[in-house]
């Protein structure tokens, strides 16, 4: 509580330093926060029309979830808010702090409505300074507190990343296990859609490349709920890599993962779709596109695609992946990140130093990002990332079955 107080006592002065400002720095003051808010309603829009997928995934698709007792629809704003609201009233040293996470709840509205249920000690507004607040968030930590720290996007994260690496992900192993670091950092990650090269980069390969930082990745509702509750209870700094796209998108969520206990481990991967002629080893919105593929495969070339969803970029289920190859010999990885030392080239170095390299029987493949920084343009953005084609025409040509 002493804690909670003093860190409310260090962000309250600006709101009394505001109130002594004179009328004329009031209005101007006003004038440029109407202009940032209108700057901010406009930016996380895509500003070009964007057609469906062209193949969505079976309603037969088997989920592979602990019962089908109770399946609901939910989506993945749903799933996150409802996780941190359920850890906020299980642990009172858990809040919430970042950009626009309270008054404005949210800029995608993750956050809506907590600051009604919990108040502004615990969902709390910051200024436009990521490394501030970044750095306010792993000291709060230190001190005893379970921060969870929102960007408004991962891009704007570069700003702080010497306090997440550094002062972060690297003062519990140098306090010898004596000063745990249990804050959270959430939010989109990767490309959304129109937002230019500067909001389009995927951050698993950077920070799951640092030895003290746990990474998620999560795709589905269900992996969002279990995940961010368990990122919350770790001790260990934890970036949470969301996908802006697939904020909007339902899945089906038992009864189970409904419960305020339902926790998913982290470091293990799970198998969306079982399959023996090819693995496929991916994460976040590029799951979709590679069980599209796998549909699509399996129906028209009777080609059985095993789909593993990492969910965990650091600690990365390596087991698992060896298992899958051992079966089907073969390992495509897929992502939307940039090719150069990225994810999939890192379980392809494993897979090739580990007992699954004499199973295979061709040389394992990477689907990416194009090597360019992302275009505005909206026909170029297309086909700088993969989609359900390509994946598939790559498949297929794995399997020399094109």
Known sequence: MASRAALSKVIRPTSSSIRALSSSSSAAAAGSKIASRNALLSTPLAR?????????VGAEQRRLVSSDEGVTQMTVREALNSAMEEEMNRDETVFIMGEE???????????????????????????ITESGFAGMAVGAALAGLRPVCEFMTWNFAMQAIDQIVNSGGKTYYMSGG??????????????????GAQHSQDYSAWYGSVPGLKVISPWSAADCRGLLKAAIRD?????????????????????????????????????????????????SKMVTHSLEAAELLEKNEGIKVEVINLRSIRPLDIDTIIKSVKKTNHLVTVEGGFPAFGVGSEIIAQICESPAFDYLDAPPERVTGADVPTPYSESL?????????????????HLYRQ
């Open 381 to 397: 953005e297309h086909m700088a990332f993969p989609d359900t084609d390509i994946i598939a025409k790559v498949l297929k040509r």
């Open 48 to 56: 070009v029309a964007r057609s469906e997928p062209k193949w969505l």
């Open 178 to 195: 004596n000063v745990p670091c249990p804050v959270t950092f959430r939010g989109p990650n990767g490309a959304a859609a129109g937002v």
């Open 101 to 127: 996470v309270a008054r404005y709840n949210g800029a995608y509205k993750i956050t809506k409505g907590l600051l009604d249920k919990f108040g502004e000690d615990r969902v709390i507004d910051t200024p």
């Open 235 to 283: 001790p260990n700094p934890v970036c949470f890599l969301e996908n802006e796209l697939l904020y909007g998108v339902s899945f089906p969520v038992t009864k189970e993962e409904l419960s305020e206990d339902f926790l998913l481990p982290i470091g293990k991967a799970k198998v969306e779709k079982e399959g023996s002629d090819v693995t496929v080893v991916t994460h």
